[in-house]
């Protein structure tokens, strides 16, 4: 396996591939559950869960004999208000299973790009995951404050904001997941 180095992933521009294959995720990691809340007030902002097995059997059989999608789950676009450019800080919820392997050192970085411009970077360390488990945080992101005029270009550009988020166990880059953002639901 070659592994990607963690000063790789500090680019200024969004990567333009990813930067690992699904296969290096050795550790079986699945996400299976994701919420963003506003916690100044506690609202929702966005929730989304995988299929309970039963109904991932079903979904593999009706697509049986068709090609694999390699970047399958490793992509999500949103779409949001204009309002969250000016929240100030948001908790993210992320469960996930680990497979028979202990998960040392778990690590989270994930860049925030407008265009080819950084807007934040995140960091956050889920530290050691024991095997065949379940596993649940929240991860507070403190957002920076934007610029009237930044902000305007964000929602009239939709899906020009971007981010990578890359997941390392001791170090070494096992999983690449990207998104793109727009800002202009509920026009």
């Given at each position: 396996?070659?592994y990607v180095l963690m000063s790789c992933c500090l680019r200024k521009t969004p990567a333009t591939d990813y930067l690992c294959k699904p296969e290096d995720n050795i550790f079986n990691i699945d996400f299976t559950r994701f919420k963003i809340r506003d916690l100044e007030t506690g609202t929702v902002l966005f929730?989304?869960?995988?299929?309970?097995?039963?109904?991932?059997?079903?979904?593999?059989?009706?697509?049986?004999?068709?090609?694999?999608?390699?970047?399958?789950?490793?992509?999500?676009?949103?779409?949001?208000?204009?309002?969250?450019?000016?929240?100030?800080?948001?908790?993210?919820?992320?469960?996930?299973?680990?497979?028979?392997?202990?998960?040392?050192?778990?690590?989270?970085?994930?860049?925030?790009?407008?265009?080819?411009?950084?807007?934040?970077?995140?960091?956050?360390?889920?530290?050691?995951?024991?095997?065949?488990?379940?596993?649940?945080?929240?991860?507070?992101?403190?957002?920076?404050?934007?610029?009237?005029?930044?902000?305007?270009?964000?929602?009239?550009?939709?899906?020009?904001?971007?981010?990578?988020?890359?997941?390392?166990?001791?170090?070494?880059?096992?999983?690449?997941?990207?998104?793109?953002?727009?800002?202009?639901?509920?026009?």
């Amino acid at each position: 396996i070659s592994y990607v180095l963690m000063s790789c992933c500090l680019r200024k521009t969004p990567a333009t591939d990813y930067l690992c294959k699904p296969e290096d995720n050795i550790f079986n990691i699945d996400f299976t559950r994701f919420k963003i809340r506003d916690l100044e007030t506690g609202t929702v902002l966005f929730e989304i869960a995988k299929p309970s097995t039963s109904d991932q059997e079903e979904e593999e059989e009706d697509t049986a004999g068709g090609e694999l999608d390699t970047s399958a789950g490793r992509f999500v676009r949103y779409q949001f208000t204009p309002a969250f450019l000016r929240l100030r800080t948001v908790g993210a919820t992320v469960e996930f299973t680990v497979g028979n392997k202990p998960v040392t050192s778990f690590r989270m970085i994930e860049r925030h790009y407008f265009r080819d411009h950084v807007l934040k970077s995140f960091d956050f360390d889920f530290g050691f995951c024991i095997p065949n488990s379940r596993n649940t945080c929240e991860h507070i992101y403190e957002f920076p404050q934007l610029s009237e005029d930044l902000i305007r270009q964000m929602v009239d550009n939709p899906y020009e904001t971007r981010s990578d988020s890359f997941y390392f166990v001791d170090n070494k880059l096992i999983m690449h997941n990207k998104a793109d953002y727009a800002y202009n639901g509920g026009q």
